[in-house]
């Protein structure tokens, strides 16, 4: 497996709106994205672009979201996970099982419209790793 460019940091915040105001206003921010919801994933997203990645800003989105729990013990947000890209995520699963680091559920559509898995932060430093399949030009991502 082929570990890929850092595709975005995740940060969860309980404001989006806030969290905007403050990437653009204090950090600088040239580029905010519309927010939009994943219901599936229990998240609201909003993506701010930095010169070589992207902040992708996390809100709860219904009772089951990841991000609740989260909050509940970082009150004010944080960062959350990090997102790297993968040539191929099935390739990517099997290497991260072969290592012996826990899959989160199977690969599913993340917010680039591409599959995506989470490594539990135990197996990974501490880190929740996000591993994202590369999206192709024809995606439009
Ligand atoms: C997919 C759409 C979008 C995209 O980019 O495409 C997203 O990124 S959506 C992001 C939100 N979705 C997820 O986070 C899904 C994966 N997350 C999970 O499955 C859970 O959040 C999990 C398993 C990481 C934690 O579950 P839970 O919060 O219920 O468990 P605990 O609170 O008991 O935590 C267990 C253990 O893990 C540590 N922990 C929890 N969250 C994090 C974190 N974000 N970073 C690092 N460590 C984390 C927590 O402190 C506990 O550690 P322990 O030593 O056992 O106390
Ligand atoms: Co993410």
Known sequence: MQLGRLNHIGIATPSIEASVAFYRDVMG????????????QGVKVCFVDT???????LEPLGEGSPIHGFLAKNPAGGQHHVCYEVPDIHE????FEAKGAKVLGEPRIGAHGTLIF???PRDMGGVLTEIMETP???DGH
């Open 29 to 40: 921010a040239q580029k905010v994205h519309t927010p939009f919801d994943l219901p599936a």
């Open 51 to 57: 010169p070589n990645t992207q902040i992708e800003l």
């Open 92 to 95: 990517a699963k099997a290497w």
């Open 118 to 120: 989470f490594l539990h």
């Open 136 to 138: 192709r030009a024809e």
